[in-house]
Every structure is written in structure tokens, then in C-alpha cells.
């Protein structure tokens, strides 16, 4: 499986605004975060997952998520291609990774939110959960 949007909208009337993705399944999810990274340290890197898969959601501002396809986990290569996608709070997506993939979360504005939705129960996460440096590849901004 590769990573991929799942593209939603929005509908505004004199009420205000729903933003909606009507073509995300939460038959899988186990549980979410919702992750907000301090304007010092603007960049949460890297998070490898073998087993979970992540999908992200924008509340509030703007990011850019960056990911990696693991090649090896003990070992990975540090030239793998780094593929980018830009979420915000104006474009009702989610943004699906799956499994074998590190991933990066930028924030590119203050007090920008993101929800993470997570495949994997908590009791398996020790099995999952592959941590490498923030600097492991090298993100162009």
C-alpha cells in the first residue's frame, strides 16, 4: 500500500462551516492524538512504524508532513526519497501513511493543531514504534 489523500470538503450557508471527509473509514482506528509542536521546535522527526498506520487531519493552521518508505529498519538507508504533503485547516483531507513508513510533522504556522488517528492498539506500540534522529534525513524546507 502506498500513502495517499483522502480528499473531503466543506459546506458553509449562513450557519457557519462543516468541513467533512465522508470517504475516511474509521473501521480500523484504535485511538488518536491530537499533536501541536512549539514554535521553538517546529519539526516532530522521525517516527518509523512497522505495524500502525497513521492518517493526519488539520484542525488548526497548516503542515507540512514528511515520509519516508523504510528500506531497513535496523539499518535504513539515508537516501530514501522523502515525499512531502502539505495539510491545512482550508483543505478538508486526510492525509493516509501506511504502515513501513517514517514519518515527520512540521508545523508551518503557531497554535496550527493536527489529529492523528492510529491502526495499532497501545498494548502493541512497544513492538511498533521506530524512533530515529530528527536529522536522520534531512528535510528541505
Not at 13 to 21: L, P, Q, Y
Not at 24 to 43: G, L, Q, T, V
Not at 74 to 83: A, E, R, T, V
Request: glycine letters at 4%.
Amino acid at each position: 500500500m502506498i500513502p495517499k489523500i483522502i480528499q473531503g470538503g466543506n459546506f458553509s450557508d449562513h450557519r457557519g462551516t462543516i468541513s467533512f471527509v465522508n470517504d475516511f473509514s474509521f473501521k480500523n482506528i484504535e485511538r488518536f492524538y491530537i499533536i501541536s509542536n512549539s514554535d521553538e521546535n517546529p519539526i516532530r522527526a522521525w517516527q518509523g512504524h512497522k505495524l500502525d498506520a497513521k492518517n493526519f487531519y488539520c484542525l488548526n493552521g497548516s503542515f507540512k508532513i514528511h515520509f519516508v518508505q523504510i528500506d531497513n529498519w535496523d539499518n535504513p538507508s539515508k537516501d530514501l526519497i522523502i515525499d512531502t504533503v502539505i495539510i491545512s485547516e482550508n483543505d478538508s483531507k486526510i492525509l493516509h501513511i501506511p504502515a513501513g513508513y517514517a514519518n515527520a510533522v512540521q508545523s508551518l504556522e503557531s497554535n496550527s493543531k493536527l489529529i492523528s488517528f492510529s491502526t495499532l492498539p497501545l498494548s502493541n506500540v512497544e513492538d511498533d514504534d521506530v524512533r530515529y534522529t530528527s536529522d536522520y534525513w534531512i528535510i528541505n524546507e
